[in-house]
């Protein structure tokens, strides 16, 4: 990463998850946009429908073969064992 110019971009997305930039700390602002981008993150994993899963695998490839369906939730899928 960048440091600099990256967290001035990660930064701009805290309005997004309602968070004012004016008003709150930047290092909060960013803890909470790495937070929210994990959460998505982890969502794509999970749901196989899921709107973010074409960008995880964007940024990180295929990754199918490392999950398996989720017997408890039939959307989900888990980390293979």
């Known amino acids: 990463m960048n ?3 990256d967290l001035r971009f990660l930064r701009v997305l805290g ?3 309602g968070l004012d930039l004016a ?3 930047v290092p909060k602002v960013l803890a ?3 937070e929210h981008l994990a959460a998505s993150a ?3 994993v999970r749901r196989p429908g899921a709107w973010e899963r074409s960008w995880v695998e964007q940024a990180f490839g295929d990754f199918s ?3 398996e369906p989720d017997p408890e ?3 989900h899928v888990r980390p293979r064992c």
Do not use: E, F, T
């Open 32 to 34: 909470k946009v790495i």
């Open 3 to 5: 440091s600099d110019r």
């Open 42 to 44: 982890a969502d794509g």
């Open 73 to 75: 939730v039939r959307w």
């Open 65 to 67: 073969d490392k999950v």
């Open 15 to 17: 309005p997004a998850i």
């Open 23 to 25: 008003a709150d700390d």
